[in-house]
């Protein structure tokens, strides 16, 4: 069992930049990949970063050159660093890792860009 405990989010205006942390415990080991979701008002789940099992990162189109996914292994949290923030980037944010084939996510993070 993963268990995953979201923070960071919040209200910023556009331009402005925010972190999200999501702090692991429980079995963190054998971890095939890790990152980030996000579900706007009235749309689909869209991933938006995420790290591989080899550390390589991944964007969404979207949000490439804004933000930057990292980890601290020894805190146990991966983050995501949002800068550059625009109105459509309000969503619910959820971190999320893979382990041997089950999905754990977090609890989800509101983030609000006013414009």
């Known amino acids: 069992q993963v268990q995953l405990v979201e923070s960071g989010g919040g209200l910023v205006q556009a331009g402005g930049s925010l972190r999200l942390s999501c702090a692991a415990s429980?079995?963190?080991?054998?971890?095939?990949?890790m990152g980030w979701y996000r579900q706007g008002a009235g749309k689909g789940r869209e991933l938006v970063a995420r790290i591989t099992s080899d550390s390589t990162p991944n964007y969404a189109d979207s949000v490439k050159g804004r933000f930057t996914i990292s980890g601290d292994n020894a805190k146990n949290t991966l983050y995501l660093q949002m800068n550059s923030l625009k109105p459509e980037d309000s969503a619910v944010y959820y971190c999320?890792?893979?382990?041997?084939?089950?999905?754990?996510w977090g609890q989800g993070s509101q983030v609000t860009v006013s414009s």
């Open positions: 999320y890792v893979v382990r041997l084939g089950t999905t754990y």
């Open positions: 429980g079995s963190i080991f054998s971890i095939n990949s």
